[in-house]
């Protein structure tokens, strides 16, 4: 892995030359240590199969190179993630340097370093989005898109199905064809799985129908249930017709995306980090994606729910804030870096085009032609919810499994949300 990896990125001389550029934006809101030009910076990250420590220092190493006396100390989440690891290093008064995998809320942002006025933040994937109060603190290498559908162009063709549908009524005509013709229609599973489908499908009416629809939840003029409720109606009634597996919620991510890419089932809706599982596999059908339907009359395609890959913040309590912010800057502006990080990760960045795979670049298609992007679930910046929504909504939405109604789930996820005010 470590050869491969090398491989993306830049030669040193250029390197240096880019690197060496980072930190020439403007000053800072929040004065701290700026620290010396060598040092230890240490970095917080998340680890996965495919992010894995050596994954993480083979990507700082050029940094490192061009910064000769630099030492990028690559630290593993102690806790369940970097999002339990964090507090617990704050409150031993250990704080690393920089965070990645984490974004700025009310409770995080004072204690991270305002980059508002850092000039190449703007160039940055959904920085503006992610501001709070106009103020940034994070920035991204790339986005993942969530409103997505994956689906099997076979069984849709030996269903008769001559595109994919636009709206939801055209949706579920579908999945009835689909079934007729022995597939199931729609792939889900249990764990995150369930819940998170449901709020990928619906960002792109609810962004059409309440444009402001964080605002309005947040001010109490809309509740989430009352305005999720016919969606939630829709999927009661596949529960109901066989068009999802009634034994969903025994199924793990991993073997529900088996089943998919095995051909067993016709769609499945997941955001954008799944073509890097899909193009792994080598499904033998002929595998396309789709923007996630919009409502009947509702323009299509729909804005697109939109996540930040790869954010970065740092410590307002470094003591090496120019190398933290130099740091930051070269992994999300530097091509090269940049290039490996969308790579490892599944993930996309307008203008970064040329190594997508055909299922990519579907995706970056969709991602191009949306009207707008939008945050979903617990959201980010100015848009958001309160924190633990999306786990509720995941038990809420399971309990359509298990003898719940659609209006026993919207009454249920707008309490959640009452008792949180």
């Known amino acids: 892995m470590a050869r491969s990896i090398r491989r993306k990125l830049v030669p040193l001389a250029v390197v240096a030359i880019l690197v060496g550029a980072a930190g ?3 000053g800072f809101s929040d004065e701290g240590s700026a620290g010396g030009s060598t040092g230890e910076v240490r970095m917080l990250v998340n680890i996965t199969p495919n992010l894995t420590k050596g994954y993480w220092e083979e990507l700082v190493k050029p940094f490192e190179d061009a910064n000769p006396g630099v030492d990028v100390k690559i630290e593993a989440p102690t806790g369940q993630g970097v999002k339990d690891t964090l507090p617990q290093l704050l409150a031993a008064g250990n704080a690393p340097d920089v965070v990645e995998t984490l974004m700025a809320d009310k409770t995080l942002a004072p204690q991270m ?47 008769g199905i001559s595109a994919p549908p636009k709206d939801l009524d055209e949706l579920t005509t579908a999945m009835g064809k689909l079934k007729a013709a022995g597939y199931l229609p729609l792939q889900t599973a249990g764990d995150y799985v369930t819940g998170l489908q449901l709020l990928q499908l619906s960002d792109p009416s ?51 995306q088996t089943t998919f890419l095995t051909g067993k089932s016709a769609m499945y809706i997941m955001g954008s980090w799944f073509v890097r599982t899909a193009d792994s596999q080598k499904p033998t059908f002929d595998l396309g994606v789709f923007a996630a339907p919009t409502e009947a009359g509702q323009p299509y395609p729909g804005p697109q729910g939109v996540t930040m890959a790869m954010p970065y913040m740092v410590l307002k309590s470094t003591k090496q804030r120019d190398l933290a912010v130099k ?29 997508l795979t055909p299922l990519g670049q579907q ?36 309990s359509l499994y298990t ?10 996820i707008d309490a959640w949300m009452g008792s949180k005010s």
């Open 24 to 26: 020439c934006g403007g």
């Open 113 to 159: 370093l305002e980059l508002t006025d850092q000039a190449w933040t703007k160039d940055t994937p959904l920085s503006e989005q992610a501001a709070l109060d106009g103020k940034v603190y994070t920035v991204g290498v790339g986005q993942q898109a969530q409103s997505l559908v994956f689906y099997n162009k076979d069984a849709f063709a030996k269903a």
């Open 206 to 256: 609810i962004a059409t129908k309440h444009p402001d629809w964080y605002q309005q939840v947040n001010s109490k003029q809309l509740g989430v249930g009352q305005s999720m409720l016919p969606l939630l109606q829709r999927y009661e009634s596949w529960i109901k017709n066989g068009y999802v597996d009634k034994n969903a919620l025994g199924l793990d991510d991993v073997n529900a």
């Open 327 to 355: 740091l930051v800057q070269f992994l999300a502006t530097d091509k090269a870096a940049v290039e490996s990080q969308l790579a490892q990760d599944g993930n996309f960045r307008k203008g970064y085009t040329d190594k």
């Open 363 to 398: 995706v970056q298609e969709i991602l191009d032609q949306a009207p707008k992007h939008v945050a979903q679930g617990e959201g980010y910046g100015a848009n958001t919810l309160p924190q633990g929504f999306n786990g509720e909504w995941n038990k809420a939405v399971q």
């Open 403 to 412: 003898g719940k109604s659609a209006a026993d789930v919207a009454k249920r």
